[in-house]
């Protein structure tokens, strides 16, 4: 596939983050010259550099100089600020400044695309729908927001002309896309710190859906209200629709007729095209259920055949930080999982509490940003209160600069039907957890920030403590 011109010698600022370390491993596959930098060292380092990467730790504008002649283009993220050096840098010299779904964009040029959106569940329908048409052998590329248990990748170039990729509405970026399949899995408001109001992010929806190319087709989930409300505009606007869930009906749609958990995932049975079909899923939880027959519905309009579709989700092994299993130590299951809305930890918990079994269910929750933990704090309480023992940590403020009361107390003291343990020092939070379970438990640590080292330490101190 031939690189765009202004891609051939890329440097990506941030190129540690999931996003951009995916655009890294495309543009190197294809050919390309790339640098990058970020401000510590990361996992994925590795790989890059093995395949040619120039990446350097610390960010400084001398970094645009990797190659002789510099970079064609530099490619950031939202999260980078005007006032990053190599940012400033290059807009001085005149370099070509792409965002990172611009450059994402133009890697998927000359391909048959599905972009998969919602606020929850995107990561998981794009991976399951990626490892689904890898058992079909139809090869694509694929760029998600997390890595593949299967292959530890989160990209891919592909040599059989189709592209997934995670589509990510947080900054209303995916407005870049032209999709020939588009998936929108739910709509709930989120990420209010760039949209501004709730109205504002459902209309960045409503917009992904107009972007759906002549022909495409526009995939939802009919049990999500909002989603729903999206399907009808865009079908009113002559867009294809193509619904899945139990209030599906239409003869194109795939409707659940009933959902049966397994100790190890689930078995979801659809009607489909007036035939009848169960859909083993290995991850538990009939949200995940869900996630899978809409990668079953964007893999038939790929052209992917139903039961190759089928035989592929039954083999996904999930994502990294996806209800990921880390360990056991002392009889205790220590799983780590990215929730951090309130309804993907509602939804999570329910899972969580039939993997568990007879055993209890403690969460190691730490909120992610300081707007959503104001904004959602009696959400995310009535969420946790799913569980049996809460360790309640302070806020990972990620981009956000610190709110005058917002910590995790904030939650923890509206959490009901549910022990709770605040604990704002964040190395204390293992040994707390250690005191706190019992052989049989399931333990899970979640959010989106640093509360994933949490899980070694904790099986470590599990460990120790019965040596």
Same mark, same amino acid.
């Given at each position: 596939?031939?690189?765009?011109?202004?891609?051939?010698?890329?440097?990506?600022?941030?190129?540690?983050?999931?996003?951009?370390?995916?655009?890294?491993?495309?543009?190197?596959?294809?050919?390309?010259?790339?640098?990058?930098?970020?401000?510590?060292?990361?996992?994925?380092?590795?790989?890059?550099?093995? #395949?040619?990467?120039?990446?350097?730790?610390?960010?400084?504008?001398?970094? =645009?100089?990797?190659?002789?002649?510099?970079?064609?283009?530099?490619?950031?993220?939202?999260?980078?600020?005007?006032?990053?050096?190599?940012?400033?840098?290059?807009?001085?010299?005149?370099?070509?400044?792409?965002?990172?779904?611009?450059? +994402?964009?133009?890697?998927?040029?000359?391909?048959?695309?599905?972009?998969?959106?919602?606020?929850?569940?995107?990561?998981?329908?794009?991976?399951?729908?990626?490892?689904?048409?890898?058992?079909?052998?139809?090869?694509?590329?694929?760029?998600?927001? %997390?890595? +593949?248990?299967?292959?530890?990748?989160?990209?891919?170039?592909?040599?059989?002309?189709?592209?997934?990729?995670?589509?990510?509405?947080?900054?209303?970026?995916?407005?870049?896309?032209?999709?020939?399949?588009?998936?929108?899995?739910?709509?709930?408001?989120?990420?209010?710190?760039?949209?501004?109001?709730?109205?504002?992010?459902?209309?960045?929806?409503?917009?992904? !859906?107009?972007?759906?190319?002549?022909?495409?087709?526009?995939?939802?989930?009919?049990?999500?209200?909002?989603?729903?409300?999206?399907?009808?505009?865009?079908?009113?606007?002559?867009?294809?629709? $193509?619904?899945? %869930?139990?209030?599906?009906?239409? *003869?194109?749609?795939?409707?659940?007729?009933?959902?049966?958990?397994?100790?190890?995932?689930?078995?979801?049975?659809?009607?489909?095209?007036? *035939?009848?079909?169960?859909?083993?899923?290995?991850?538990?939880?009939?949200?995940?259920?869900?996630?899978?027959?809409?990668?079953?519905?964007?893999?038939?309009?790929?052209?992917? /055949?139903?039961?190759?579709?089928?035989?592929?989700?039954?083999?996904?092994?999930?994502? $990294?930080?996806?209800?990921?299993?880390?360990?056991?130590?002392?009889?205790?299951?220590?799983?780590?999982?990215?929730?951090?809305?309130?309804?993907?930890? !509602?939804?999570?918990?329910?899972?969580?509490?039939?993997?568990?079994?007879?055993?209890?269910?403690?969460?190691?929750?730490?909120?992610?940003?300081?707007?959503?933990?104001?904004?959602?704090?009696?959400?995310?309480?009535?969420?946790? %209160?799913?569980?049996? *023992?809460?360790?309640?940590?302070?806020?990972? %403020?990620?981009?956000?600069? /610190?709110? /005058?009361?917002?910590?995790?107390?904030?939650?923890?003291?509206?959490?009901?039907?549910?022990?709770?343990?605040? *604990?704002?020092?964040?190395?204390?939070?293992?040994?707390?957890?250690?005191?706190?379970?019992?052989?049989?438990?399931?333990?899970?640590?979640?959010? !989106?920030?640093?509360?994933? #080292?949490?899980?070694?330490?904790?099986?470590?101190? =599990?460990?120790?403590?019965?040596?």
């Amino acid at each position: 596939m031939e690189l765009p011109d202004e891609l051939r010698r890329a440097h990506l600022i941030g190129i540690g983050g999931a996003g951009m370390s995916g655009i890294a491993r495309i543009l190197l596959a294809r050919g390309a010259e790339v640098s990058g930098s970020d401000a510590k060292d990361s996992r994925a380092f590795l790989t890059l550099r093995a #395949q040619g990467a120039r990446i350097e730790v610390g960010q400084r504008a001398e970094n =645009l100089d990797a190659f002789e002649g510099g970079p064609s283009a530099v490619i950031v993220s939202t999260a980078i600020k005007d006032t990053n050096p190599e940012l400033a840098a290059a807009r001085e010299r005149g370099v070509p400044v792409l965002h990172r779904a611009q450059a +994402l964009a133009a890697l998927m040029a000359g391909h048959r695309t599905a972009c998969i959106a919602g606020t929850h569940g995107k990561t998981s329908t794009t991976s399951m729908l990626t490892v689904a048409l890898q058992h079909c052998r139809l090869d694509p590329s694929f760029a998600i927001g %997390g890595d +593949l248990n299967e292959s530890g990748a989160n990209a891919h170039h592909g040599e059989g002309g189709m592209f997934v990729a995670e589509a990510d509405e947080s900054d209303g970026s995916f407005l870049t896309y032209t999709p020939s399949v588009a998936v929108v899995t739910n709509v709930e408001p989120d990420h209010l710190d760039h949209h501004g109001t709730a109205e504002a992010y459902v209309a960045v929806f409503a917009e992904f !859906a107009k972007r759906v190319e002549p022909g495409g087709v526009l995939i939802v989930c009919a049990d999500d209200a909002p989603a729903a409300e999206l399907a009808a505009r865009a079908e009113a606007d002559g867009v294809r629709v $193509r619904r899945y %869930g139990r209030s599906a009906t239409g *003869e194109q749609d795939a409707r659940v007729l009933g959902y049966t958990p397994h100790e190890d995932g689930g078995t979801v049975r659809i009607a489909l095209a007036g *035939e009848e079909l169960d859909v083993r899923v290995a991850v538990p939880g009939e949200h995940m259920a869900l996630n899978a027959v809409a990668a079953l519905l964007a893999g038939l309009e790929l052209g992917a /055949p139903a039961d190759g579709l089928a035989e592929g989700l039954a083999a996904f092994g999930g994502v $990294r930080r996806r209800f990921e299993f880390k360990g056991r130590a002392a009889d205790v299951r220590v799983y780590d999982d990215y929730a951090h809305h309130p309804t993907e930890v !509602a939804a999570q918990l329910r899972a969580v509490r039939h993997a568990a079994g007879l055993g209890r269910v403690v969460v190691v929750f730490q909120p992610h940003l300081y707007s959503r933990t104001r904004t959602f704090a009696n959400e995310f309480a009535a969420a946790l %209160g799913l569980a049996d *023992e809460v360790i309640l940590l302070d806020v990972y %403020g990620a981009r956000e600069e /610190p709110e /005058p009361g917002v910590t995790g107390e904030l939650i923890a003291e509206r959490i009901t039907g549910a022990t709770v343990h605040y *604990e704002p020092a964040f190395d204390r939070a293992a040994a707390l957890a250690a005191d706190l379970v019992k052989p049989g438990d399931l333990l899970v640590t979640m959010g !989106a920030g640093d509360v994933t #080292q949490l899980g070694p330490e904790i099986l470590a101190e =599990l460990d120790r403590r019965g040596a």
